[in-house]
């Protein structure tokens, strides 16, 4: 997804390691190429697995790279699994599961 044509884009959520910022079933809107700061949420892609697109929390900057976590700690799969993640896009807009309307993405 590095190679987005556009600096926008829909991405599908699924799982529950974001609860409660993000549901399974929300659709989030992403801005490719936005600056990152620790506590973003972010679209990236786990170093050990890089097939495999995640949204997760950018905790810290770390081997040019992103050290990331879930808001859920009991569902895990986040950088104390997988490691160092390469951020592709920031998280900006959230469209609940069922809702029409999309929302700005609040931080912690």
Known sequence: MSGALLPWQFVHVTGPS???TLY?????VVRHGAPIRPQD???ARFRSMPDVAVVKRAVRAVDAGWWLASDNDLAGG???THG???VTARVVLRRP???LLL????QP
Do not use: C, I, Q
């Not at 399974?24 to 989030?28: E, F, N, R």
């Open 18 to 20: 974001m609860v409660p």
């Open 24 to 28: 399974d079933g929300d659709t989030v």
């Open 41 to 43: 949420v972010v679209l």
């Open 78 to 80: 986040d950088s104390r």
């Open 84 to 86: 160092v993640a390469d």
């Open 97 to 99: 599961r069922g809702s």
């Open 103 to 106: 929302r700005r993405l609040r």
